[in-house]
Structure formats: C-alpha cells, structure tokens
C-alpha cells in the first residue's frame, strides 16, 4: 500500500520527468527552427506579416516524407519559398526515443510569419 | 540579407521561449519561423534541344539564363557543371540536382515548325518536389528569338519571385561619345539586357528627360535641335515621325506623359519662373499648375493620374512636393534631408524614389509614404534619375564608373544591386518602358 508521502514522491518524479523531455523537445525544436531558417529564401514579394502555415511529415529517422500547406498567405512564390525551405532540409534531427518521435515529430506545424524583412 | 548572429540569436531564444509548452505535453507541435537568409534561388538552365536543321541564330537557353542572372536575384549553375542535359521532366534524374544543390530546373527544346516559325517548348521543374511547376508552349518566328527567351525569363521569374518580370521591357538612355569639344549625343532604345540597340535621335547638342507614354509607343524628350534652344519633341517610336511640341523662350523641359497618355506634365519659363504645366496632347491646350516665385521641376504623374509630384525650391532647399490637380492643392513630401529631387511614384503609390543627399552625398532612396520612412537605397555617389521598371521592384538610374556615366539596377527593397551591361561612350538619363516589346500567347497542349 503506497503512502501520501511515495505517492508524492512519484509525482515529483515525474513532474521532473515532464520537465526533461519538454526542455529535449525543445532543443530538438531549435534545431529544426535553425535548419528551416538557414533554407529559408523568401521571394523579392515577401513582406512581414505573411502567413503561411505548412504540415510536415517525418519518418522516425527524421526524414521528411511530405510537406503540405494548410494555410497559404496569399502569395504564391512566398509560399512556394516556404514549402522548399522545409523540403531543402530533407531530414531534421528527432528524438531516438519512439514514444517522443511520436507525440511531436511524426508530424508537426511551422509557421512561417517573416518579420525581419525590409519592407 | 544579412543578421547579426546576436540578433538571430536572441529571435531563436524569443521564439523558444514563446513556444515554451503550457501544458507539460505538446498535443501540436507548431514551430514559428520569422527569419530567412535570402539567398539567391538556385537554377539550372539546361541547354535547349533544337530539333531543326542549321544552327539557331540565337540559343534561347543561354539568354535565360543571362536574364535570370541580370535579375540578381539567381544563381545559375554554370553547364559545364550539369551531370545530365534534361529536355523533358521524365529525363530529370533528381540525385544530380541534388547534389549540386540545384532548386529548379528550366528545360525544354525549340522545334522549327514552318518557314522562319520556332515554337518553344519548356518547363519549370521544382528539384526537391519533383514536381512541374509551369510548363508552357509558346511560338514566334525568327526575329522573335530573343522575345521568345525574354518571355520564359519573365514567366519562370513571376513564379518564383511573385513579381512581374522586366526581361521583356526595353531602356531608353542617351550616351555622349567623342571629344569634349565636338561630342555627339545619342538617344537609344535597347532591351531590358542592353541588347538590340535601336538609335532614335544623334545630335551635336545634349538630349534631356526622354521619357515614355504609358503604351510604350511615344516618347518625349527636350532637344536643342532647332535654333539651339530648348524645345519639347514628341515621337512616334514605331514609325518614326516626330514633331515639336514647344517653342516657349526659356526653358522648355522635363516631359512626363500622364497614365492615360493625353497629356504632359511640363515645365516652362515663359511666364517668369520655371512652372509646372499640362498640355493637352491633342488639342495642344497648355494649363498652368503651379504658379510660385520658387523653382518649380521635375514633374512626375500619381499612378491614378490625379496628380503630379514636383520638385522645388521654394521652402529654400529642394524638395519633394505633390499638387492635386482638382483644387490645386499642394502638398510637402520630404522633410529629411536638404536635398530631394527627381522623384517618381511606385506604380501602386505606395511610395516615391527620388535622389536624396545625405552627407553631401547624392544617393537613390524611397520614401515610404504610408509609413513615412525613407530608407537610401544605393550607396553611390552622383547618383541621378532613377526610373522605376514597371513591375516595380527594380530601379535603373544612372552613376559613375571609373569617371564614365553608367547604368545600374538595385530593387526598392535594397536587396539586389547590379550594372547593366555598358554600351559605348558615357551613359545618361535612364528611362525604363512600361510596356513589354513582344507579348506571346502560349498554345495550350
């Protein structure tokens, strides 16, 4: 029979456990978000506050088997620039473990919202 | 474009933490991607099939290429460097792309169809998609070739780029040869790439402000062909006639057709000071607009023909004003800086580029005139006369090379800058057309 004090114990565990795997999915996030950027050409049409919102697809090596565009900004080319800048990285770096790989890198959003542009 | 790696560091960190998850497990991953690098579009123009007898006077695939080049915003792979010469999507091995790190693909072959007839067959073809992404069938004949070209140059740069191509569009410019005390002016009309040169006008004394009627079919410009004096010339670019428009005393100067073509912004002297005025071009009626002490130049049109935009002195430096032509209500542009001038209207009004001294220095700059911000846009000094192409992404104006008068290109973003090919002699006063020489209808398969 489990005391409050284990049961607490567990919890806490676990909540650490969270934590962990939050701060892994995160440095795996960054790393995708890097790779998506340093391909990201965007058209000479582009202009900050263009949305696009892309779905992307990867396998548990981390290749990408598809990309498809939920939400276009409007802007053909701009579009078409952010769909190859995910297409160009080929294969992101993903958690080995299979249960992570599944819960946010079997298939995930990217926004792209440009506001460093000029104009 | 280029960022600190502070600056993108910081954005990375920003965004991480933004996405730091509420909840301890991410039902939905979605990644937020605010920046890019910009780098040119990587492409390959694959040396065209020709299936005709005799050698093509021109290679259609060489002069994509060139005009994709010209644009600054490509970087195309070099044909010695191809693993494979593709003519049709199902030849497209992927892997060689790939590797060379190649996004897309031109392809395609000209075939004689008849007597002096060619008809282009091409694609766009999207490497990392493996997928077409235009493929198009256009016809024309033999004096058509370099139109041809221009054409697939201005389709595949639409698509990728979002923004009208320019290939197809001609230049007007006019060159001084020949020792000082005996030069020769020219005025010419070439294509976009400085190609096709065609002499309009030679002349012992200087061609001033040419400038194109919205059709591309007339141009004006002020010479002093007649009595030495200034005088206002209209031309019919495609047969030839000319006539003079203005014989006032003093200055007769700066054309500028309206958008609708029917009338000209000009400036004249007779009554005073220079002033702005309209003339009518089929009636001949002259109105007078601006009516100041000051120095009243340079007028350019609003794109919905509303107004006209002007330089003048009258506030004591020059400056960048607009009256509207209902109420003759004027109104002050600039305010930064103690030089603007030589302005024009974006085709969507949503700004104006002008020559603004910063430092003592002349440079191109855009004013923003939504926003209010002006941002300079060459680093070049003794820049002068920017005119806007009509996709109105790039600006030609004219500058100095190693003491010669050029022509260079740079887009109102900044972002791309280049020379255009140089012709003979010192080069001026640039004037982009605002229609394109040739129009084709692709044939639909």
Redesign the interface.
């Known amino acids: 029979m489990e005391t409050s004090l284990a049961r607490a114990i567990r919890a806490e565990q676990n909540d650490r456990k969270a934590v962990t795997d939050d701060e892994k999915a995160m440095a795996y996030v960054s790393q995708i978000q890097r790779e998506i950027i340093q391909n990201w050409s965007r058209p000479p049409s582009a202009r900050n506050g263009m949305q696009a919102l892309l779905k992307v697809y990867l396998v548990p090596t981390g290749e990408v088997v598809n990309v498809t565009l939920t939400q276009g900004s409007g802007n053909d080319a701009f579009d078409r620039s952010a769909v190859l800048a995910v297409r160009k990285a080929e294969r992101f770096v993903v958690p080995a473990e299979s249960a992570q790989f599944e819960r946010n890198f079997r298939e995930f959003e990217v926004l792209f919202r440009p506001d460093d542009l000029r104009l | 474009?280029k960022?600190s790696p502070y600056l993108?560091a910081t954005?990375?960190l920003g965004?991480?933490l933004l996405?730091?998850?509420v909840q301890?497990?991410?039902a939905?991953?979605?990644?937020?991607?605010?920046?890019?690098?910009?780098?040119?579009?990587r492409v390959a123009v694959v040396p065209f099939e020709w299936q005709g007898s005799g050698a093509l006077a021109e290679s259609i695939s060489d002069i994509i290429d060139s005009d994709l080049m010209l644009s600054g915003?490509f970087e195309s792979l070099p044909v010695s460097q191809m693993l494979s010469l593709p003519h049709k999507p199902e030849q497209v091995f992927n892997r060689d792309w790939r590797m060379l790190n190649v996004?897309y693909l031109v392809i395609g072959s000209v075939m004689a169809v008849a007597d002096n007839r060619y008809r282009v067959s091409y694609s766009l073809y999207?490497v990392?998609?493996q997928a077409v992404?235009l493929k198009q069938t256009i016809e024309g004949d033999a004096g058509e070739l370099r139109d041809l070209a221009h054409f697939v140059s201005d389709s595949v740069f639409k698509?990728?780029?979002?923004?009208e191509g320019a290939f197809s569009t001609r230049i007007m410019y006019v060159t001084a040869s020949g020792p000082l005390t005996n030069r020769i002016y020219r005025l010419h009309i070439a294509d976009a790439d400085g190609y096709r040169v065609e002499t309009m006008l030679e002349s012992k004394e200087p061609i001033l402000s040419a400038s194109w009627s919205r059709d591309g079919r007339y141009i004006a410009y002020v010479s002093f062909e007649v009595d030495s004096r200034p005088a206002i010339f209209l031309r019919d670019v495609v047969n030839g006639t000319r006539q003079q428009l203005t014989n006032f005393p003093g200055l007769n100067g700066a054309p500028a057709f309206s958008p609708d073509g029917k009338q000209l912004a000009i400036v004249l002297s007779k009554d005073g000071n220079p002033d702005i005025y309209t003339l009518n071009l089929d009636d001949r009626r002259l109105r007078r607009v601006t009516r100041h002490y000051g120095i009243d130049t340079e007028p350019s049109w609003s794109p919905d023909g509303k107004g006209i935009i002007f330089t003048s002195n009258r506030g004591g430096q020059p400056q960048i004003y607009q009256i509207q032509l209902a109420d003759l209500s004027v109104e002050r542009l600039t305010f930064e800086g103690d030089y603007n001038a030589k302005a024009s209207v974006l085709p969507d009004g949503s700004g104006i580029v002008m020559v603004h001294r910063r430092d003592g220095i002349f440079h191109i700059a855009m004013l923003d005139l939504q926003r209010g911000r002006l941002?300079v846009l060459t680093e070049t000094s003794l820049d002068e006369s920017p005119s806007i192409a009509p996709n109105g992404?790039m600006l030609i104006y004219a500058t100095q090379a190693d003491g010669e008068g050029i022509l260079a290109a740079v887009?109102?973003?900044?972002?791309?800058k280049f020379n255009l090919p140089s012709s003979e002699g010192d080069v001026r006063e640039p004037a982009w057309s605002p229609q394109k020489r040739r129009m084709f209808k692709p044939l639909s398969d």
Request: hydrophobic share 45%; proline share 4%; glycine share 8%.
């Open positions: 474009m960022h993108l954005a990375l965004i991480v996405a730091l998850p301890p497990t991410w939905d991953l979605r990644i937020e991607v605010t920046k890019g690098v910009d780098n040119a579009v915003r996004e999207n990392f998609k992404e698509l990728l780029t979002g923004i941002t992404s887009s109102v973003d900044g972002g791309v």
